[in-house]
């Protein structure tokens, strides 16, 4: 899209941040202009073109804007700038760096540089000259907060080119000249430590992606035991509001073993921001021991900033993921919610007069939402490394219902579904996932199956699938009681029932703001769930079925307060013990 | 109104709708205001030198060669200390007959905070209502509206968790207030001797139904000035939203917009998060606290309004009547207020959170029992037990009557739970029953 002349054109028409520019020269579709407003320049990108109007849709507030106003094309699309700094940055969704905005207020058309040019980097060259490379091959290596942050061919290049010169082992900064490569017609190119790639494409420097199969541990108890995410598998939570998708994406972000996490608030609440600003400054990064921020990046579009920008943020969170995932790094990327991203496409499309597909929503938003999570993965890159971005988004349902298009959208695109139940939330029955509806498609991969054999355990697989098979029968057991009455139906019924809840409360029910429950090691999932098996195995003998739940709810608050304590700690044991000898004086 | 030298007035409009008027004219700003016909009208769109204007008073008997005249600004309030212990319209102008207002212009609307320069919101806001403090406790910076349905005496409340809130200053805004509730307001305040930290803009009934769509703005620039220039705290009243998003649908609806789910624009998450996003701690101590009114069709919270106003506030707060101790009460399921975790248990008693997670599970577990009783089944020991519990419980705590502190409200929880149940059927972690456990 690189032309000689810029094309430029004067603003024809306004509807809130649509805007119709009539253009004197070629225009690509999703180019970035800027539009003149006094001293003002106000960022656009094209997202239609009809005849010689181009229509924009604008990351700012409109107001006082003017027709006649003067339009400048940039030539690219949307990129971000990709190099060292990043880690621990707060940015908007086009990755304006928040903290070096001036004033209290964000001021339209302020755009601040998202790296640090003055810091100089410790800088180790890896590849040495006469090397043959390719784009996304590594040159060197640098120390941010403590994370190899790989310097790498631009993205952007096709081919392969010859290590020309590297600078020697130093310090530098970004925009340093570091090394000079050479194309096969013999053309030399300068790189710095700083590259840009436009974020709606996909990052593709990798030489496989194939499924993944390694588990990646959040501490969540009902999503490690039950329905698994794995390193480079993509999940989703939907849920009505007020049943903890939050909490839960928060919970997550802290304990997943993962190197980077990059947060992606996308037309959120400020405030669920800020306690990512003020905790994770304060939290330990219990795998490194160093702070939380220091692995975390955060995209804020809070659901006040401009829609259009909104749009953008979860791309250049996207594209970030993926160039950390190219240095061989386990990424996370979390984006909370993705219906505001949706909704952010059905404004435009309303704006624009298009069709409307079910709920007003852009027909190919199936398409889209697809087409986006189809970025994450686990991969080998062309050396040999690996590398992935486990990629979960919320989905916030209008009116709670499952069947809206953003929820069966996301549904055929991701492979794990956490579902939250109002139900369960309302009795406070926290993380609200459902365990019967809730799934992971992961658990059917024989390659994870076997990785659960190997590095669990054995019988681990076999003791999940039963797990869930007592919840379910549980339930209905439970359907049964009410039914027919709690005389109405057989003590076993109960007992049933009782040994579900046993599971509900010991495993899936967890404290997020307990200092000890609210991440729960695989170790420590393994024990609790044999544990707990065991008592649900057992046969015990009652007179009454009121004996069964008072029998049951003494086992759980021993389970729980077990659950409260450091594993294996003499607290813990003893309780254990107490447990123990509960159980046995009711067995048969 | 104002007039400006190079005024240039247009006198001949080429399209008018219920709601919209259009005409030819050169250099307006988008969201620029204009008078037609005496009338004060907004810049909705721009095509080329078509503009097309949104009157707030309607369009009724405007005829096609009235006069236009743009005021080259978007619509604006006169901010100063002057506002305090006033009433205004929805254009912020004086309606309790006083002086004009001297001060700062200030366009509304204005930008949003950026959110590295807010703080975590971390101080209680006690309102004496357990319902509310016991379960759901307010804190400074935070927004949330009630849900009720409209025979439910939610601006009673509303006024009373204002009076007792130590704020600096209350902002009220009333949209599509009845005359009768505005009234209500003036002498509870008047009454409580606080008229002069109140400030109200108010659109009642008699007025047209889109000059609503100002009133939030008027509100939160007035919030604002106070909030920022001044570090103050300032709760701001906004009911009812319902009436709000109304207007929004009437407008979008006259602009042959496409509508989405129940009629609402599509747009109608991105009108009400602009508002409510308002609220906000600053570092310098200055806070914007919203309580807002969503008034419900039947109770469904899943209709558009209530449903994207609940992923947009900071939880919400459901009244109910209960019907076996003849009380209102904030209703502890549905209730929620996402920001206590950052006050209870550390503002309050360590016990608190446990507290209201035990009792709210019991409370729960009355429910059960009810309907089984309901479906004719025999109750165990434990479900009348329960039953007992509730009964008490929210006779105590969670009518909207009771005014006590929080220790007391955590005091009598721990009384409920000796009188009823033992510590297995509370379980609670156990330092804390060793404690606080009461026989």
């Given at each position: 899209m690189a032309r000689e002349n810029k094309t430029t054109g004067k603003v024809a028409g306004i509807v809130a941040n649509l805007v119709i520019v009539e253009v004197d020269g070629p225009v690509g579709q999703n180019e970035i202009c800027f539009i003149t407003l006094k001293e003002e320049r106000l960022m656009a990108e094209v997202i239609k073109v009809v005849g010689k109007h181009a229509y924009v849709q604008v990351f700012?507030?409109?107001?006082g804007l003017k027709a006649g106003s003067l339009v400048e094309f940039?030539?690219?699309?949307?990129e971000v700038t990709l190099g060292p700094?990043?880690?621990s940055r707060n940015y908007d969704?086009?990755?304006?760096?928040?903290?070096?905005?001036?004033?209290?207020f964000l001021k339209r058309g302020e755009y601040t540089d998202p790296?640090?040019?003055e810091k100089l980097w410790p800088f180790k060259p890896l590849a040495k000259p006469g090397d043959t490379l390719a784009a996304g091959d590594w040159l060197a290596e640098v120390d941010e907060n403590d994370m190899p942050h790989k310097i790498m061919v631009p993205f952007k290049l096709t081919g392969r080119y010859t290590l020309k010169s590297i600078v020697p082992e130093g310090v530098y900064t970004v925009?340093?000249?570091i090394a000079v490569i050479t194309d096969s017609e013999g053309n030399d190119t300068e790189l710095t430590m700083v590259q840009k790639w436009p974020?709606?494409?996909?990052?593709?420097?990798?030489?496989e992606k194939p499924r993944p199969f390694k588990l990646l541990e959040t501490g969540v108890r009902c999503m490690d035991t039950l329905n698994p995410i794995t390193e480079g598998g993509t999940g989703f939570i939907p849920g009505?509001?007020?049943?903890g998708k939050t909490v839960l994406q928060h919970a997550i972000s802290k304990q997943a073993e993962a190197d980077i996490v990059i947060i992606a608030a996308c037309g959120e609440r400020a405030n669920e921001v800020v306690e990512v600003f003020t905790e994770f400054p304060e939290?330990?990064?219990?795998?490194?021991?160093?702070?939380l921020i220091e692995r975390t990046i955060i995209i804020a579009n809070t659901s006040n900033m401009p829609v259009a920008a909104r749009e953008a943020s979860v791309y250049t969170a996207m594209t970030i993921a993926e160039y950390y995932r190219a240095m061989g790094l386990k990424v996370l990327l979390m984006a909370d919610s993705t219906s505001r991203w949706a909704q952010a496409l059905r404004e435009m499309s309303n704006r624009l007069e298009e069709l409307p597909?079910?709920?007003?929503?852009?027909?190919?938003l199936s398409a889209i939402i697809s087409n986006f999570y189809s970025r994450a993965g686990f991969v080998y890159l062309n050396n040999g490394e690996t590398g992935s971005i486990t990629f979960i988004g919320t989905v916030s349902p209008a009116g709670g219902n499952l069947k809206e298009p953003v929820t069966e959208s996301t549904r055929k695109a991701a492979r794990c579904f956490y579902g939250l139940n109002q139900g369960r939330a309302d009795s406070k029955r926290?993380?609200?996932?459902?365990p019967i509806d809730s799934y992971s498609k992961?658990?059917?991969y024989p390659e994870v199956q076997a990785y659960l054999e190997k590095n669990?355990?054995?019988k681990w697989l076999g003791d999940v699938l039963k797990a869930k098979d007592i919840l379910l029968r549980g339930k209905e057991a439970m359907e049964q009681i009410n039914i027919l009455g709690d005389d109405g139906v057989p003590i076993t019924f109960h007992e049933r029932f009782w040994k579900s809840e046993l599971i509900d409360f010991?495993?899936?029910?967890?404290?997020?703001?307990?200092k000890i429950d609210s991440s729960s090691p695989m170790k420590r999932q393994q024990y609790m769930l044999a544990k707990v098996l065991e008592v649900a195995d057992a046969s015990f003998s009652f007179g009454h079925f009121e004996d069964v739940s008072s029998f049951f709810k003494t086992v759980i608050n021993q389970f729980k307060q077990m659950n409260y304590?450091?594993?294996?700690s003499e607290g813990f044991e003893r309780y254990e013990n107490e447990l123990d000898s509960i159980i046995k004086e009711r067995l048969n | 109104m104002e007039s400006q030298a190079f005024q240039k007035v247009y006198t001949k409009l080429t399209n008018i709708t219920k709601a919209t008027v259009t005409l030819k004219a050169d250099g307006v700003g988008y969201d620029e205001i204009a008078t037609v016909h005496g009338r004060l009208a907004q810049v909705v769109k721009i095509m080329g030198n078509d503009i097309t204007l949104q009157i707030f008073e309607g369009t009724?008997?405007?005829?096609?060669?009235a006069e236009v005249s743009f005021l080259g600004r978007p619509p604006q309030l006169k901010v100063s200390d002057?506002?305090?212990?006033r009433f205004f319209n929805a254009f912020g102008e004086?309606?309790?007959?006083g002086p004009e207002i001297q001060g700062e212009v200030r366009d509304i609307g204005s930008p949003s905070v950026n959110p590295v320069r807010r703080k975590q919101p971390s101080n209680l806001i006690a309102t004496g209502i357990a319902g509310i403090d016991l379960n759901n406790s307010l804190v400074s910076g935070q927004k949330i509206p009630f849900f009720a349905?409209?025979?439910?005496p939610y601006n009673q409340v509303m006024a009373m968790v204002a009076l007792r809130a130590k704020t600096d200053k209350i902002i009220l805004g009333g949209m599509g207030l009845t005359n009768d509730d505005y009234l209500y307001f003036k002498n509870v305040f008047d009454n409580a001797g606080a008229l002069d930290r109140i400030i109200s803009f108010v659109n009642t009934t008699?007025?047209?139904?889109?000059?609503?769509?100002?009133v939030p703005d008027m509100a939160l620039t007035a919030a604002e000035y106070f909030a920022v220039d001044k570090n103050e705290s300032v709760l701001v009243l906004l009911t009812d939203m319902t009436l709000f998003a109304d207007a929004l649908s009437i407008v979008s609806n006259r602009m042959d917009q496409i509508p989405s789910k129940d009629s609402m624009p599509g747009s109608l998450y991105s009108d009400l998060a602009r508002i409510y996003e308002k609220a906000v701690q600053f570092p310098s101590g200055g806070s914007i606290t919203i309580i807002a009114v969503t008034t419900l069709s039947g109770g469904d919270?899943?209709?558009a309004i209530p449903d994207n106003t609940g992923y947009i506030t900071e939880g919400q707060l459901f009244l109910r009547r209960d019907s076996e101790i003849g009380k209102v009460i904030v209703d502890p399921f549905r209730s929620l207020s996402r920001l206590k975790q950052l006050v209870?248990?550390?503002?309050?008693?360590?016990d608190h959170p446990q507290v209201m997670n035990s009792a709210i599970r019991l409370y729960a577990d009355a429910a059960n029992a009810r309907t089984k009783l309901e479906n004719g089944f025999d109750l165990t020991d434990y479900d009348e037990r329960t039953l007992k519990f509730a009964r008490e419980y929210s006779d105590r705590l969670?009518?909207?009557?009771v005014n006590v502190d929080t220790d007391t409200m955590l005091d009598i929880s721990w009384e409920l739970f000796g009188k009823y149940f033992n510590k297995a059927e509370v379980a609670i972690r156990e330092n804390l029953v060793k404690k606080y456990w009461k026989n």
């Amino acid at each position: 899209m690189a032309r000689e002349n810029k094309t430029t054109g004067k603003v024809a028409g306004i509807v809130a941040n649509l805007v119709i520019v009539e253009v004197d020269g070629p225009v690509g579709q999703n180019e970035i202009c800027f539009i003149t407003l006094k001293e003002e320049r106000l960022m656009a990108e094209v997202i239609k073109v009809v005849g010689k109007h181009a229509y924009v849709q604008v990351f700012e507030s409109t107001r006082g804007l003017k027709a006649g106003s003067l339009v400048e094309f940039q030539g690219h699309l949307l990129e971000v700038t990709l190099g060292p700094g990043i880690l621990s940055r707060n940015y908007d969704g086009l990755q304006n760096d928040l903290d070096k905005m001036e004033g209290v207020f964000l001021k339209r058309g302020e755009y601040t540089d998202p790296l640090n040019r003055e810091k100089l980097w410790p800088f180790k060259p890896l590849a040495k000259p006469g090397d043959t490379l390719a784009a996304g091959d590594w040159l060197a290596e640098v120390d941010e907060n403590d994370m190899p942050h790989k310097i790498m061919v631009p993205f952007k290049l096709t081919g392969r080119y010859t290590l020309k010169s590297i600078v020697p082992e130093g310090v530098y900064t970004v925009d340093h000249k570091i090394a000079v490569i050479t194309d096969s017609e013999g053309n030399d190119t300068e790189l710095t430590m700083v590259q840009k790639w436009p974020v709606k494409l996909a990052i593709r420097a990798y030489k496989e992606k194939p499924r993944p199969f390694k588990l990646l541990e959040t501490g969540v108890r009902c999503m490690d035991t039950l329905n698994p995410i794995t390193e480079g598998g993509t999940g989703f939570i939907p849920g009505p509001f007020g049943t903890g998708k939050t909490v839960l994406q928060h919970a997550i972000s802290k304990q997943a073993e993962a190197d980077i996490v990059i947060i992606a608030a996308c037309g959120e609440r400020a405030n669920e921001v800020v306690e990512v600003f003020t905790e994770f400054p304060e939290l330990d990064d219990p795998r490194t021991g160093k702070k939380l921020i220091e692995r975390t990046i955060i995209i804020a579009n809070t659901s006040n900033m401009p829609v259009a920008a909104r749009e953008a943020s979860v791309y250049t969170a996207m594209t970030i993921a993926e160039y950390y995932r190219a240095m061989g790094l386990k990424v996370l990327l979390m984006a909370d919610s993705t219906s505001r991203w949706a909704q952010a496409l059905r404004e435009m499309s309303n704006r624009l007069e298009e069709l409307p597909g079910p709920d007003a929503f852009p027909m190919d938003l199936s398409a889209i939402i697809s087409n986006f999570y189809s970025r994450a993965g686990f991969v080998y890159l062309n050396n040999g490394e690996t590398g992935s971005i486990t990629f979960i988004g919320t989905v916030s349902p209008a009116g709670g219902n499952l069947k809206e298009p953003v929820t069966e959208s996301t549904r055929k695109a991701a492979r794990c579904f956490y579902g939250l139940n109002q139900g369960r939330a309302d009795s406070k029955r926290y993380p609200a996932i459902d365990p019967i509806d809730s799934y992971s498609k992961y658990l059917e991969y024989p390659e994870v199956q076997a990785y659960l054999e190997k590095n669990v355990s054995e019988k681990w697989l076999g003791d999940v699938l039963k797990a869930k098979d007592i919840l379910l029968r549980g339930k209905e057991a439970m359907e049964q009681i009410n039914i027919l009455g709690d005389d109405g139906v057989p003590i076993t019924f109960h007992e049933r029932f009782w040994k579900s809840e046993l599971i509900d409360f010991v495993i899936l029910q967890q404290d997020a703001f307990d200092k000890i429950d609210s991440s729960s090691p695989m170790k420590r999932q393994q024990y609790m769930l044999a544990k707990v098996l065991e008592v649900a195995d057992a046969s015990f003998s009652f007179g009454h079925f009121e004996d069964v739940s008072s029998f049951f709810k003494t086992v759980i608050n021993q389970f729980k307060q077990m659950n409260y304590s450091e594993f294996k700690s003499e607290g813990f044991e003893r309780y254990e013990n107490e447990l123990d000898s509960i159980i046995k004086e009711r067995l048969n | 109104m104002e007039s400006q030298a190079f005024q240039k007035v247009y006198t001949k409009l080429t399209n008018i709708t219920k709601a919209t008027v259009t005409l030819k004219a050169d250099g307006v700003g988008y969201d620029e205001i204009a008078t037609v016909h005496g009338r004060l009208a907004q810049v909705v769109k721009i095509m080329g030198n078509d503009i097309t204007l949104q009157i707030f008073e309607g369009t009724e008997g405007i005829p096609t060669n009235a006069e236009v005249s743009f005021l080259g600004r978007p619509p604006q309030l006169k901010v100063s200390d002057e506002l305090a212990g006033r009433f205004f319209n929805a254009f912020g102008e004086p309606i309790d007959g006083g002086p004009e207002i001297q001060g700062e212009v200030r366009d509304i609307g204005s930008p949003s905070v950026n959110p590295v320069r807010r703080k975590q919101p971390s101080n209680l806001i006690a309102t004496g209502i357990a319902g509310i403090d016991l379960n759901n406790s307010l804190v400074s910076g935070q927004k949330i509206p009630f849900f009720a349905d409209p025979d439910q005496p939610y601006n009673q409340v509303m006024a009373m968790v204002a009076l007792r809130a130590k704020t600096d200053k209350i902002i009220l805004g009333g949209m599509g207030l009845t005359n009768d509730d505005y009234l209500y307001f003036k002498n509870v305040f008047d009454n409580a001797g606080a008229l002069d930290r109140i400030i109200s803009f108010v659109n009642t009934t008699e007025n047209p139904p889109v000059e609503r769509l100002l009133v939030p703005d008027m509100a939160l620039t007035a919030a604002e000035y106070f909030a920022v220039d001044k570090n103050e705290s300032v709760l701001v009243l906004l009911t009812d939203m319902t009436l709000f998003a109304d207007a929004l649908s009437i407008v979008s609806n006259r602009m042959d917009q496409i509508p989405s789910k129940d009629s609402m624009p599509g747009s109608l998450y991105s009108d009400l998060a602009r508002i409510y996003e308002k609220a906000v701690q600053f570092p310098s101590g200055g806070s914007i606290t919203i309580i807002a009114v969503t008034t419900l069709s039947g109770g469904d919270i899943t209709h558009a309004i209530p449903d994207n106003t609940g992923y947009i506030t900071e939880g919400q707060l459901f009244l109910r009547r209960d019907s076996e101790i003849g009380k209102v009460i904030v209703d502890p399921f549905r209730s929620l207020s996402r920001l206590k975790q950052l006050v209870v248990g550390k503002q309050t008693r360590e016990d608190h959170p446990q507290v209201m997670n035990s009792a709210i599970r019991l409370y729960a577990d009355a429910a059960n029992a009810r309907t089984k009783l309901e479906n004719g089944f025999d109750l165990t020991d434990y479900d009348e037990r329960t039953l007992k519990f509730a009964r008490e419980y929210s006779d105590r705590l969670l009518a909207i009557d009771v005014n006590v502190d929080t220790d007391t409200m955590l005091d009598i929880s721990w009384e409920l739970f000796g009188k009823y149940f033992n510590k297995a059927e509370v379980a609670i972690r156990e330092n804390l029953v060793k404690k606080y456990w009461k026989n």
